[in-house]
């Protein structure tokens, strides 16, 4: 039985694929897909895998935009947490879903699940295609924040998020607009911020920085596997991305 993963983030991969050794060991993992560019073109290329385990939001969209380009009939497990409905269409339609961090259990459980129907299409539920029309085209679109309220001088003031170059956390959370003008925001994490940003748009640098890709001037690698970030503005020092994160960051990138 053939595999693909759908997937945006190396280290989920990675630990997907050992527990499915574990539980699965005659299951063949074909690829790790980190977005959607590289799913279109791989499916374009390659011939449907038996089974697909897939993330809905990638870095650069939603995974269900796939059905609207292919017609896959192969059994897809969702490996993410989403809202209520998809999590009732799943049950009800037999299509399987696993919340993150995904329990071995569960996975097991929903491996032999795919197994059962076969490898035959004709052996799907019949209305699979209808369901996932269905999903991709009720579920609405993601609602990124499209500005953030700043305190500037005891007056307050909207800042638009596409005028933000970057977020850093600096003993306190700031954002840095294009011109130059640092802000501290309400907010105590960066993590709390990134939940709300387009991860089109926005990237995770490090601990402690998250990047608008319009404010990347420029990428120097250095022998050990690093990259450094030269930023638009003039103010900006070079930002690190480690060695684990370059890959991702560089397909992030290319899009």
């Avoid at 595999?3 to 990675?14: F, G, M, S």
């Avoid at 129907?117 to 295609?129: A, D, R, T, Y």
Wanted: overall charge negative; proline content about 5%; hydrophobic content about 40%.
């Amino acid at each position: 039985m053939n595999a693909v993963i759908i997937e945006d983030e190396p280290l989920v991969a990675k630990e997907l694929i050992k527990k499915l050794q574990e539980v699965s060991p005659d299951l063949r993992i074909l690829t790790v897909l980190p977005s959607l560019k590289t799913a279109r073109t791989w499916f374009r290329e390659n011939a449907e895998p038996d089974l697909i385990f897939m993330d809905i939001q990638l870095s650069d969209g939603i995974s269900f935009e796939l059905f609207q380009s292919f017609e896959l009939q192969c059994p897809v497990i969702f490996t993410t947490a989403f809202d209520e409905y998809a999590v009732q269409a799943f049950r009800s339609n037999g299509v399987d879903y696993l919340m993150k961090p995904v329990n071995k259990d569960d996975l097991k459980n929903a491996v032999e699940k795919c197994k059962k129907l076969g490898q035959k299409k004709s052996n799907l539920p019949e209305n699979f295609s209808e369901l996932i029309s269905v999903l991709a085209a009720g579920t609405p679109a993601v609602q990124y924040k499209e500005r953030f309220i700043v305190n500037f001088r005891n007056v307050l003031l909207p800042v638009r998020t596409s005028e933000i170059a970057y977020f850093v956390r600096d003993q306190l959370i700031y954002c840095c607009t294009f011109e130059n003008q640092r802000h501290i925001l309400d907010y105590e994490t960066l993590e709390e911020i990134e939940e709300l940003l387009n991860p089109a748009r926005f990237y995770r640098a490090n601990r402690q920085y998250i990047l608008n890709e319009s404010a990347i001037k420029s990428i120097h690698s250095n022998p050990t596997g690093k990259l450094s970030v030269k930023l638009v503005l003039q103010s900006a020092s070079e930002i690190d991305v480690s060695r684990e994160k370059a890959p991702t960051f560089k397909k992030w990138l290319d899009k």
